[in-house]
């Protein structure tokens, strides 16, 4: 009990650290991949933009903890001004713990799905028969449908 309060608070930090290095305010989104899935982070970032939209910002900041992910946001060629972070997992579970703690911000998504138990993306993937797409438009940006894309399908079978 006492590790996992220790960790709220690093991830208060981390997080107070991370708004001053990034500008973070009402204008920009923050997605954070954390690489358990990597089709589920590749239509996180297919939708990132319609995420934007309903959320009416103009920039986005990706944490990742996967290089290959730089690589994937190329492939993919966003519209929308990015800025990446390379953050370890754990410093990403930090941060997912504060947010679980305290929702700081409905501008923040993680791509978790197993991790808290409760979490609304798993339990979507796992209770319904949806896909990994519909999820992602659904559960995890809340959309209120999927919005067609043209998505490079071969880069999204790779993964």
């Not at 220790?6 to 954390?34: C, D, H, P, S, Y």
């Not at 754990?90 to 700081?104: E, G």
Request: net charge positive.
């Amino acid at each position: 009990m006492l590790k996992e309060i220790i960790a709220v608070f690093q991830g208060a930090l981390l997080w107070t650290i991370f708004q001053m290095r990034f500008r973070i305010n009402e204008k920009k989104v923050v997605l954070v991949l954390v690489n358990h899935r990597k089709r589920l982070d590749y239509y996180a970032l297919a939708h990132l933009e319609a995420f934007m939209k309903r959320k009416y910002t103009k920039e986005a900041v990706i944490v990742f903890s996967d290089k290959e992910v730089c690589s994937q946001i190329r492939k993919l060629k966003l519209s929308i001004p990015i800025r990446r972070c390379y953050w370890t997992e754990d410093k990403i579970k930090k941060l997912y713990r504060y947010y679980s703690f305290y929702k700081f911000s409905d501008k923040i998504v993680f791509t978790y799905t197993d991790y808290p138990e409760e979490n609304q993306l798993g339990r979507l993937l796992r209770e319904t028969s949806i896909g990994e797409e519909e999820a992602v438009c659904l559960g995890l940006y809340r959309l209120r449908r999927v919005p067609w894309i043209c998505p490079d399908n071969d880069a999204a079978n790779k993964n």
